[in-house]
């Protein structure tokens, strides 16, 4: 199974901006060769949340998002970025990506990358 690293956390204002970024954890591998690559978070308390995917070039978006966030593949940098444009207190949470759609009690969730938004 491919395994992907997650980058580009930080601290926003509300209205801010913030992009992840999503890569192989090695490198010779080609994210545009995986056909499904997602983005879940987990806010503190809650499970894990499908927040967008980019399957065979198609994106979709959880409705919440839709508008604001944007996924799409940088092939010059190996990555599939989540850019998070309008973000709002409850955007808060650690940020996941995986190849493929996986189920909540997933053994292999990485770190992710802590995205915090707050005045």
């Known amino acids: 199974q491919v395994h992907l690293v997650e980058s580009g956390g930080g601290w926003a204002q509300p209205g801010g901006s913030l992009t992840l970024s999503c890569s192989p954890s090695?490198?010779?591998?080609?994210?545009?060769?995986?056909?499904?690559v997602a983005w879940y978070r987990q806010a503190p308390g809650q499970q894990h949340e499908l927040v967008a995917t980019l399957s065979f070039g198609y994106p979709n978006y959880k409705p919440s998002v839709k508008g604001r966030f944007t996924i799409s593949r940088d092939d010059a940098k190996n990555t599939v970025d989540l850019r998070m444009n309008g973000l709002k207190d409850e955007d808060t949470a650690v940020f996941y990506c995986t190849a493929g759609i996986v189920p909540e009690n997933w053994p292999n969730w990485g770190p992710g990358t802590q995205v915090t938004v707050s005045s």
């Open positions: 090695e490198s010779h591998l080609k994210i545009s060769t995986i056909d499904t």
